[in-house]
């Protein structure tokens, strides 16, 4: 089974009596696909003979919406929303925010949408905030928008495309939090990365938005641009794969030069473990050959 699914030649395998243990990891980025640790079934057919697989990052777009600002005090004419270099700047310089850490978000890039620039920017009819007579701007897909001018008249948009890397938390954890406080949420939706996105941007807008008034997106808005997996396998090496592999891999933990080995190849990590080390989760501290 190990061969066929690393490459490594038989004479180097006794999954009888081995003499040391392989753990290799291999980094997989899947170009416009969403998965998570609910497709395990699907996970474990693109990797076939790995001990574990799990997404550790998606990478998203999402678009936000952000207006134009006023002239002068409050209640001061609106400038047209339009979007530059100088403005993506700014979204990018507001967005630098710990409300964003907080929920494993990192942004990546930040540019104008299609049909973003100066006339194509949007135009939404302000709508007036519940008991705060205060005017916000009509967010698509079920989206949220902070207070803009007090006025009732149109609000002018523009369509922004923010670039997250949104890490893989520890659902688990999430759970126990969650149930400590009296409700727990374990669904799927709760685990989607388009979700954690959404709600990231919503703590960062409650917080403020840095001083911009923006509109975020519904997390079905949210599209998930690649998502990336770690796939870890362990190989019961025999005495002649334990001394082949000692150089690249040393159970020291010390690096190597040797990355032609088979199922090393590709810029996969590794390390030469004790038989005994039954957890390659809680065990293994990678080396990068």
């Known amino acids: 089974m190990f061969s066929a699914d690393l490459g490594i030649p038989a004479p180097y395998i006794n999954a009888s009596s081995p003499r040391l243990l392989l753990a290799v990891s291999r980094e997989v980025e899947l170009q416009g696909v969403e998965l998570t640790a609910d497709d395990a079934d699907a996970l474990a057919a693109m990797f076939p003979g790995a001990a574990e697989v799990r997404p550790t990052a998606w990478d998203v777009s999402a678009p936000l919406q952000v207006a134009g600002a006023q002239d002068g005090a409050a209640g001061g004419t609106q400038q047209q ?23 494993a978000l990192t942004v990546q890039a930040v540019e104008c949408a299609a049909g973003g620039e100066g006339g194509a920017a949007r135009r939404h009819r302000a709508l007036q ?30 369509t922004v495309a923010v670039s997250l890397r949104v890490a893989a938390v520890d659902q688990a954890a999430n759970n126990s939090s969650s149930t400590s406080g009296g409700s727990s949420n374990t669904s799927k939706a709760a685990m989607s ?11 960062w807008q409650a917080a403020g ?31 002649l794969g334990a001394q082949t592999y000692a150089g690249a891999c040393g159970a020291a ?32 501290s990678f080396v990068f050959v």
């Open 81 to 103: 929303a339009s979007c530059d270099a100088a403005a993506a700047a700014a979204l990018a310089a507001a967005l630098s925010q710990p409300q964003l850490q907080a929920a």
């Open 253 to 284: 933990g010390a690096a190597g030069g040797d990355t032609e080995l088979p199922g090393l190849e590709g810029g996969a990590s590794c390390q030469l473990l004790p038989t005994d080390s039954s957890n390659l989760r809680s065990e293994v």
């Open 193 to 203: 990365p388009r979700v954690q996105a959404q709600e990231g941007l919503a703590a």
């Open 209 to 239: 938005a840095g001083g911009l008034s923006v509109c975020l997106p519904g997390a079905g808005s949210i599209r998930v641009v690649a998502t990336q997996l770690l796939a870890l396998y362990q190989v019961p090496l025999s005495d």
């Open 129 to 158: 905030a519940d008991g705060a007579g205060a005017a916000g701007v009509a967010a698509p897909g079920n989206g949220s928008c902070i207070s803009g001018p007090e006025s009732s008249a149109a609000v002018e948009t523009t």
